[in-house]
């Protein structure tokens, strides 16, 4: 176990849901419920299997959405600070405006992306067996369009890393860098030497991690990644929901003082609380949200169902 004086927790949190459509508008991404827990608390559960207790979470768009859900980070064993970030000038510039409430080195988790990490452990050993300054959480892909959303890393002989490239168009390899990190105090440097970038006007992470290597510190690759999606779409937390539901080895979840008429059927669907389903309707690939009437006699699916209406994924396009 790591000592909680030596690891720092960080999420940044402040992302608009803009392309989650009018779901966005009211759940800020980070919380959204994926079996009737937020997004969120799966990552500062992982922070607490490392020992980190103090958690700072950057937050802007909604925010006192994401405070009122969180609270203290008392009930995920965890002590929160919320920092708001007032403009949105991308990633490396959120975690500067960080460093003077950051004392020693942290990990670092994207607000929206879901992970499974089975043993983020080997981040810290990465970093204190190497004495890396920074050390990044990689998945080998298979579908090269992973790879182009996100960055690719290439990596010297010695397994250190030499290049990171933001949304490749071409690709070096299939190696993927996925939104989690573990840095050391440096990072701050490399943030303040960090220009905007030309294509988005933005100050990218990846240019920071750059400039850390170009400036000789060393920084390594850990494949601790074993599932992870961006949260972006309405399908894309229909499916993070199905996951871990089949993890459960269960086809269906309800929430607490739920009322469900005789007949209906659940099939891999979540139920969050005090929901009501009043006809025998079949509910297949759903998520419905906490406080839910539903009254209607059609059948639902591959939608999330909140209490100002029905989402469907295939909208998306």
Known sequence: MVGTSKYQGVILAAGHG???????????????????????????????????????????????????????????????????????????????????????????????????????????????????????????????????????????????????????????????????????????DAIRRTPRTAMRDEYELTDSIQILIDYDYPVRVSPVVEWDINVTFIGDLIRCSMHVLAKTGKRSMVGARCRLAEGVELLDTVLGDDVTVARPVRLERCVVLSGVDLCGEESYSDCVITREGVLRAFQEA
């Open 18 to 188: 803009s392309r989650m459509g009018p779901f966005g508008k009211m759940f800020p991404k980070p919380i959204v419920p994926i079996c009737n827990k937020p997004l969120l608390a799966y990552q500062m559960e992982y922070m607490c299997q490392l020992g980190i207790e103090d958690v700072l979470i950057v937050i802007g768009h909604l925010g006192y959405r994401i405070s009122q859900i969180l609270g203290d980070g008392s009930q995920f064993g965890v002590k929160i600070r919320y920092v708001e970030q007032e403009q949105r000038l991308g990633i490396a510039h959120a975690v500067g405006q960080l460093e003077p409430y950051v004392k020693r080195p942290f990990m670092l988790f994207l607000g929206d992306i879901f992970f499974e990490l089975p043993d983020l452990l080997d981040m810290v050993n990465e970093m204190e067996q190497h004495g890396a300054s920074a050390v990044l959480a990689v998945k080998e892909e298979t579908d090269p369009e992973a790879v182009k959303r996100n960055f690719a890393v290439i990596q010297r002989e010695d397994g250190s890393v030499r290049r990171v490239i933001e949304k490749p168009r071409h690709l070096p390899n299939m190696l993927k860098g996925c939104g989690l990190y573990l840095f050391d105090l440096p990072i701050f």
